[in-house]
């Protein structure tokens, strides 16, 4: 059991008459999926932790339409497009963070034609700016010390986004030893869920994209592969015990590796 | 007499082929116009940057070397060959022999002894690339929508280098021969021994057939050039200037009428003020009509590299789809459609699409908009647009989407979320981390 913290959510602040300095974009996958829901919790635990007013829209978020408008289906996409913005707008939300690089490029780069501006940033990019702050400290000792750690790019953080940096910085501080995959930042490869892929089999081939991907992690001897996006994370994750390696690599978030080395519970 | 008649007979196949070279690019501007209209003319600056750095200093083939200094030995020798060539056209037009050697002097032999230089260099490269595609196999030179006419094209260009440079050397070394060496070009002046012996007449033909092989390499080059995937060598320039300016982006291309059809249904009264929309016009794209005369301008500047697909997941798991084959299938298809408009004048439906008869819904349904294909292009083409817009038709005009995909979009629609799960199960982690 881990300590109990409060998680503000936005109807209730307003209530109150306040208003969060950041807006904490959940996503579909951070709300639902119980593997990423421990993402969800180790970077709340972390916001809450360095003392950022941060809020969560709870019930009243719905999905971005990201999977909708990549499959094609523009008009789904725009309805919970303009859903959302609406939202967004009545609470006057000015900044958002959000541990899914999908939300976030659909939120960032999508939603501005919609009527939706807001700062978007990746929840990397704002782990990075609290080190360098001095606002996380982590355990004496290094929870990860000796360990191997290899960072897969998230194709919607990466080539899409130019963000490469970012997550790297934030491993650089778990003294760890950090390798790189054969295939990495913009040569990196897919894990396969983009494009609304996630929700559907994959169309015939040799093999699945996430297996092929595995091979690169594999290849890498790293003991830790680092993922910043909950749809990586499920496909390496479901990679590495196709491989049946589950007991010598673990897939864990950015988010959660920060939270375990500062030792702010799970 | 002989230089009159060859004079004539240049001034003759000049005319024919600029006959043919204009009427076919005026050809491929018509198709191109037949896209959609689509505004890339902001930011003049940073698209004149684009160009140079991507189309002029080749920056993105430098991700991998040993292709880039071949390509970069053949493309150095084309442009300063293109010197060379103005003195030819002179000669040719004028019957005068080396024009300009007389006025430059040694500059004269510094430039020729450059570009034979070069010239060895790019057969050098040539006969490389050769040996990629044909003995080596390169995975990416090999796969099965290069076979037939792509790979003969591909071979027929190379082998047309090596006979452009069989004709320079044949020519520059019978003139020295003939001249004792007097011009003292940097490689000829080494090949002298293998013309020793032989008369002046016998020099004099040789330098004559080198000329004319030359030019009527040249010539036939251009004319072939705009049925070639080749044609990247002057399309790459104006594809790298009207580039997206931020690529790859995650960001994808808004679709205002979907907008409009939304506010119309959430406002019905608005119905009035909306511009009536255009007739047959499609969300998305069923055929190449359909797309931007970006997407057409993209298709006619790729150069079939595969660098695309080389590193598409789909593609690399054994999945049909191949970014290379969206291009080639797209070009395909406006080329078919093009023909169609010279023998009708007018566009006439030919029950064939783009979508279908050239793409399949398997191959679109294995894209992951990862974007590497988007990354990987040396000259800026975006397959990953096409893929999308053919999708959007599939989705909005077929209604043809796989099962799975069809619960996903009743689970967002119905419950805001991409599973199906009520919205109170949203907040099921916060009431686990507030309990501890």
């Known amino acids: 059991m881990s300590e109990p913290i409060q998680v503000p959510v936005m109807a209730d602040l307003m209530a109150k008459g306040e208003k969060p300095d950041i807006l904490f974009w ?202 910043a996006c909950p749809f990586c994370n499920t496909m390496l994750t479901d990679g590495v015990k196709y491989h049946d390696k589950q007991d010598e690599i673990h897939v864990l978030d950015i988010a959660e590796l920060i939270a375990q080395a500062a030792d702010l519970g799970e | 007499m002989a230089v009159l008649v060859q004079q004539l007979l240049f001034l003759i196949v000049l005319g024919i082929t600029g006959y043919l070279v204009s009427r076919k690019a005026r050809e491929i501007y018509r198709n191109i116009r037949l896209g959609k209209p689509d505004d890339r003319t902001n930011e003049p600056g940073k698209r004149l940057r684009n160009m140079l750095l991507l189309a002029f200093g080749q920056k993105k083939m430098f991700q991998n070397l040993t292709p880039a200094l071949l390509h970069l030995c053949v493309y150095v020798a084309f442009l300063i ?77 190379l082998i047309g280098e090596i006979i452009l440079i069989i004709g320079i050397f044949s020519m520059n070394t019978a003139d020295m021969t003939l001249h004792h060496g007097e011009y003292g070009f940097a490689v000829s002046q080494w090949l002298m021994p293998l013309f020793a ?132 299938d797209t070009r395909d298809r406006l080329e078919e459609l093009g023909q169609h408009l010279n023998k009708n004048g007018q566009d006439v439906p030919d029950g064939k699409s783009l979508l279908h008869d050239y793409i399949s819904p398997e191959e679109l349904r294995a894209c992951t908009t990862c974007n590497a294909c988007v990354q990987e292009c040396p000259v800026s083409i975006n397959p990953l647009n096409i893929i999308i817009e053919l999708r959007r038709y599939l989705i909005l005009e077929e209604a043809n989407s796989p099962d799975e995909w069809n619960k996903m979009f009743n689970n967002v629609e119905h419950s805001g979320a991409v599973w199906q799960l009520p919205a109170d199960k949203r907040i099921t982690w916060i009431q686990e981390i507030e309990n501890g």
């Open chain 1, 26 to 227: 959940v996503g579909c996958a951070g709300s639902f999926d119980q593997r990423a829901q421990r993402i969800t919790k180790a970077f709340a635990r972390i916001l809450h932790h360095t003392g950022i007013k941060f809020a969560v829209l709870g019930m009243e978020e719905t999905c971005t339409g990201d999977p909708a408008r990549r499959a094609g289906n523009e008009f789904l996409f725009q309805m919970q497009a303009l859903t959302n913005i609406q939202t967004l707008n009545m609470y006057e939300v000015t900044k958002i963070v959000t541990t899914c690089p999908h939300c976030f490029n659909t939120l960032k780069n999508e939603y501005p034609e919609l009527g939706g501006n807001y700062e978007v940033i990746h929840h990397t990019q704002l782990l990075q700016q609290l080190i360098d702050e001095g606002r996380i400290k982590l355990k004496e000792g290094g929870t990860f010390k000796g360990k191997r750690i290899t960072y897969h790019d998230s194709c919607y953080l990466g080539r899409a986004n130019q963000i490469y940096e970012a997550p790297r910085k934030v491993l650089e501080l778990l003294d760890a030893e950090l390798v790189e995959m054969k295939r990495c930042r913009t040569k990196g490869l897919c894990c396969g869920a983009g494009g609304a892929q996630m929700f559907k089999e994959d169309e015939p081939g040799r093999i699945h994209v996430n297996m092929e991907r595995t091979e690169d992690v594999l290849q890498s001897n790293a003991n830790v592969v680092a993922a």
């Open chain 2, 81 to 157: 060959t293109q010197i060379e060539l103005i003195e030819i056209f002179v000669d040719g037009a004028f019957g005068t022999h080396r024009f300009f050697y007389p006025y430059l002097g040694g500059l004269y032999t510094f430039i020729i002894s450059f570009i034979e230089i070069l010239s060895v260099l790019a057969f050098v490269a040539t006969i490389a690339f050769l040996s990629r595609r044909n003995l080596l196999k390169l995975p990416r030179f090999t796969m099965k929508e290069l076979a037939g006419w792509p790979m003969l094209d591909a071979n027929l260009i």
């Open chain 2, 197 to 328: 012996g032989f008369s002046d007449g016998t020099l004099h033909l040789l330098e004559r057939f080198g000329w004319w092989l030359h030019i009527l390499t040249v010539f036939g080059f251009l004319a072939y050039l705009p049925y070639s995937k080749h044609l990247h060598i002057l399309l790459a320039f104006p594809n790298s200037y009207f580039a997206d300016l931020t690529s790859p982006s995650g960001k994808i291309t808004n679709m205002p009428r979907i907008t409009q059809e939304i506010n119309l249904m959430l406002n019905p009264s608005s119905v009035a003020d909306a511009p009536p929309a255009a007739e047959n016009e499609r969300f998305g794209a069923k055929d190449v009509q359909d797309l931007s005369w970006k997407n057409l301008l993209d298709a006619y500047s790729c150069t079939e590299c595969g660098r695309c697909t080389a590193a598409c997941p789909a593609n690399q798991t054994g999945k049909k789809l191949s970014p290379r084959k969206i291009m080639m």
